[in-house]
């Protein structure tokens, strides 16, 4: 990762533990960050977690990315950091994003999560800001690891430190579950058991979510946020999909993740190549410039869950929706709102995220059952 993105790297367990490390080192508690209502609800937690105040940005409603020019000038000296997403991959404006965090004097913090391989201006998604976070559990599918990166190498034994004291120790079951759990989903999958095994799960207290986005328990929030910053208070919002989100790793964990990632420029030429095939249709909204390695492509379809259920019936899973906005979902106690929440709502609506590993099977079961490209924009705003 240092060769690919010219700058310090430094591995976590998890995309999400790298960004609460640079939000508290970045961030005095208290302050207002930046980011977008369309993103995974984890992602709000852990602001929250750091003591910071979320406020939620306009965004392109063609990509779901921030949009710079719709943020009123009266917003930008409240900010103390603007974090990106790269939505599915699609890059945020880096340019612009850098240029006016640095005249506001505030930090620029990239989450790169969806974007790894993806570029901005001719440069890799992930080397604009003072920070940014990968995880290695998207394209790389490794279900664990991630970087956070830093523009200046003298931060790397401060914030190594910072990573080390949040670290939970390693536990030789979680390392055994780990390895096993991959055998585990493909038996569940070959059995057609998936439904069931989620089931299970729930009942196990080991997935939080039903749907789309996890309960918020307002009250217990509440509470949480009242001693934050406190990654723990935030452990049962902040575990969401991944329980051992702050493990250190041990040698197993670090084998898979490593051969993982040694096969990243193959899996970012199929993300490429299914991008390029999705783009192509008609439920889609390219924007001029080179085709990029896409997590998901967001087509935008009439009736979303029309077709999600469509896919599910043909057994294609279509996961990584955020829907509603963040503002809609956790409302004013917990978030400054978009100045213009329109657009978000209405991308959050219709996007249909595909993996582009997966493009000519949706495509055949999309026109197969007649789905409709989503007509005209937003309305309002
Ligand atoms: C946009 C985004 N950022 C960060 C994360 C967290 O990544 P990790 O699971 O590696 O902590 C996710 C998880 O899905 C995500 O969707």
């Known amino acids: 990762m240092r060769r690919r993105l010219g700058r310090e790297c430094l591995y976590v367990p998890s995309c999400r533990l790298g960004l609460y490390v640079a939000l508290r080192h970045w961030c005095p508690p208290g302050g207002r960050v930046l980011m977008s209502p369309v993103n995974d609800d984890v992602i709000f937690f852990v602001v929250l977690a750091a003591g910071l105040r979320p406020v939620q940005a306009p965004l392109d409603p063609h990509d779901g990315s921030l949009d710079p020019a719709a943020v009123p000038d009266a917003l930008w000296p409240r900010l103390s950091a603007v974090l990106t997403t790269n939505l599915y991959g699609n890059p945020d404006p880096a340019p612009e994003l850098a240029d006016r965090c640095a005249r506001s004097n505030i930090p620029l ?34 279900k664990a ?38 055998y585990a989903e493909a038996a ?58 702050r493990a250190s790793h041990g040698r197993t964990r670090l084998a898979r ?26 439920w889609a909204r390219p924007k001029p410039g080179p085709v990029q390695p896409l997590f998901r492509v967001p087509l935008l379809v009439e009736d979303r869950d029309a077709a999600r259920a469509v896919l599910a019936r043909a057994r294609v899973t279509v996961g990584y929706l955020y829907d509603p906005p963040l503002d809609d979902y956790a409302g004013g106690a917990f978030t400054d709102p978009s100045p213009a929440p329109a657009a978000a709502r209405w991308f959050a609506q219709h996007a249909l995220p595909i993996d582009p590993l997966k493009a000519e099977r949706t495509i055949a079961v999309l026109r197969a059952a007649g789905i409709r490209p989503a007509r005209g924009g937003p309305a309002g705003d």
């Open 109 to 142: 913090i990239e989450d790169a999560a969806h974007a790894i391989g993806s570029v901005s201006a001719g440069r890799p998604v992930g080397t604009f800001g003072q920070a940014s976070v990968f995880s290695l559990s998207k394209h790389t599918a490794a």
């Open 145 to 182: 690891g991630g970087f956070l990166t830093i523009a200046d190498p003298g931060l790397r034994d401060a914030l190594t430190t910072a990573r080390d004291e949040l670290l939970a120790p390693r536990r030789t079951g979680a390392e055994l579950a780990y390895w096993a759990r991959p």
């Open 188 to 245: 569940v999958r070959g059995l057609r058991l998936a439904p069931t095994a989620r089931a299970a799960l729930r009942l196990l207290g080991q997935q939080e979510r039903d749907d789309i986005r996890m309960p918020l328990r307002p009250d217990d929030l509440g509470r949480a946020v009242s001693v934050a910053p406190n990654l723990a208070a935030f452990h049962a919002w902040a575990r969401v999909d991944m329980h051992d989100y």
């Open 257 to 282: 993740v490593t051969r993982k990632l040694t096969r990243l420029d193959t899996v970012l030429d199929a993300h490429r190549a299914g991008t390029r095939t999705l783009l192509a249709t008609e």
